[in-house]
């Protein structure tokens, strides 16, 4: 069963081919057998998942069924779950259970999901190897001596490995096209504001979204369809109309304008990696797209106006841990200043404070105004290069990542060497667009994927692009030597 996509296994449930007890019962078992291989997950309770699972079976029963009853789907540990550890992949947070469900939980479970678990990520998402996790690295199921990418590693590789149909992840940099991409899956980062972000736990706000990953584009308009619309308890989510994401993966490509920019095919794009994508972009225009050249000529700006931002907000938002209302708190504290020094000298990793000193620095009097104000100007340059693309063509297109996973360990001491991994994927978040990555072959058996980038709003069209080309090759199929293991 763990082998069947979430199309195939919401047929299954129908037709009753099996029930979602014995559908979760295969997952945990497989995660239970195999995952201290691959250290995808974070938490996991049987004994809830047996338990939506039996719920689902008997709405199943009365024909009372949302498209996604019964399916078990992992969750990136940095969405809360009511009762249920909450990390965000930090010591900070290893205490920390919710008292409510995020706004995304909350619509999978009024969907019937089954919640599998919380999947493993770089502590507070900040990172591009899962490394910085409080809980060790999470390890890519094609190759275990290397990384499965990040933030949202854990999510990429319990999808990979066959641990989970179906999984959701976040996005701030490139932080779910990017593991998706070195894991061989699909991975869809929506629109800023398409998805709520009540109860996911902040890294840079104007930043994060949260987006579904899976072996599919198909797979993927399902889980949109139940992630996406407004949330009128999150000042930042939409009121743009949702559709059915599903309804469009037919159409023809036809016609359809795909802008290459040239900055994404030139220096730091690993030769190999880049003769895949080539190959994918040819067998979209196959399909009847036409390739046109456009440019971003403001991208070399991108990651240092990222690495201003992003920790910016970073510095900000994570003010709220001090030990003193909720997560990890110092023994013995002799004042309030050792309570907070303490605390957070203990309780964040290496990464996150790294983050925490340049964006209070950026913030600070004096350099506001050279540094995160400049950053913002130069930020919506990046978009108005976008929007001048999008008047050339529907889609763009490029590489996902300069090249397939790196091995573990190899990046941990050179921050800029890491950062440089994101670098065509940074500036999709910059400008709130939505951008998915989808499989486009191996490099030494190591998956590669090619990134789509798409207007605002137009997830649609995305899905239908890597719809049509899931269809014309087999990329997305391929299975990792994890997927032929354990329980079936």
């Known amino acids: 069963m763990h082998e069947k996509s979430v199309a195939r296994l919401i047929a299954g449930l129908r037709e009753k081919s099996f029930s979602s007890v014995e559908l979760t019962r295969c997952y945990l078992d497989r995660i239970e057998a195999l995952d201290g291989q691959y250290n995808s997950y974070i938490s996991v309770d049987q004994n809830s998942a047996l338990a939506a699972a039996e719920a689902a079976d008997r709405q199943l029963a009365a024909g009372d069924a949302s498209p996604l009853t019964g399916i078990p789907v992992a969750h990136k540990d940095i969405f809360c779950t009511a009762g249920m550890r909450t990390s965000c992949g930090s010591r900070m947070l290893d205490n920390f259970v919710p ?62 490995a066959g641990l989970a149909p179906a999984a959701t992840g976040t996005d701030t940099g490139g932080s779910i096209r990017q593991p998706a991409a070195f894991c061989g899956i699909t991975g869809l980062k929506p629109t800023y504001g398409r998805v709520s972000r009540l109860g996911m736990i902040a890294f840079a706000s104007s930043l994060d979204q949260a987006g579904p990953m899976a072996h599919s584009a198909e797979d993927c308009a399902l889980l949109l369809n139940a992630m996406a619309g407004q949330d009128p308890l999150d000042s930042t989510s939409s009121d743009q109309a949702t559709e059915d994401y599903t309804a ?152 996902t990542t300069p090249g397939p996973a790196f091995a573990l360990g190899a990046k941990s001491d050179d921050p800029v060497s890491m950062y440089l991994e994101d670098v065509y994927t940074l500036a999709v978040n910059l400008a709130g667009l939505p951008g998915m990555s989808v499989p486009a072959g191996f490099v030494d058996d190591k998956p590669v994927g090619l990134q789509l980038i798409g207007r605002h709003f137009d997830e649609a069209r995305l899905l239908n692009v890597a719809h049509q080309y899931q269809l014309a090759t087999d990329w997305h199929l391929r299975q990792s030597p994890a997927m032929t293991g354990g329980a079936s």
């Not at 440019?295 to 700006?301: I, Q, R, V, Y």
């Not at 900000?316 to 997560?327: C, E, I, K, Q, W």
């Not at 600070?364 to 290069?385: P, T, W």
């Open 248 to 399: 469009r993966l037919g159409d023809s490509l036809e016609g359809l304008r795909i802008g290459l920019p040239k900055e994404y095919f030139g220096e730091g794009l690993e030769a190999a990696t880049g003769e895949r994508v080539d190959a994918a972009l040819k067998q979209l225009e196959a399909l009847g797209a036409t390739l046109v050249e456009v440019s971003l000529p403001n991208s070399h700006l991108t990651i240092p106006t990222y690495y201003v931002i992003a920790p910016a907000e970073a510095s900000t938002n994570l003010s709220r841990f001090d030990g003193v209302r909720y997560g990890h708190r110092c023994a013995d504290p002799v004042d309030l200043h050792d309570l907070y020094t303490r605390t957070r000298e203990e309780g964040f990793g290496d990464e996150v404070k790294r983050r925490i000193l340049v964006g209070t620095y950026a913030l600070s009097a004096g350099y506001y105004d050279a540094y995160y104000k400049k950053a913002q100007q130069v930020r919506r340059l990046i978009k108005q290069d976008f929007m001048a693309c999008f008047e050339q063509a529907d889609v763009l297109a490029g590489p």
């Open 99 to 160: 008292p409510y469900d995020a706004t995304l939980i909350r619509r999978f479970n009024e969907q019937g999901a089954v919640i599998l678990g919380k999947t493993n990520m770089d502590e507070f998402a900040m990172g591009s190897s899962n490394e910085s996790s409080y809980y060790g690295a999470a390890r890519n199921p094609w190759d275990t001596d290397r990384v499965p990418g990040g933030s949202s590693g854990g999510s990429a590789a319990a999808v990979a």
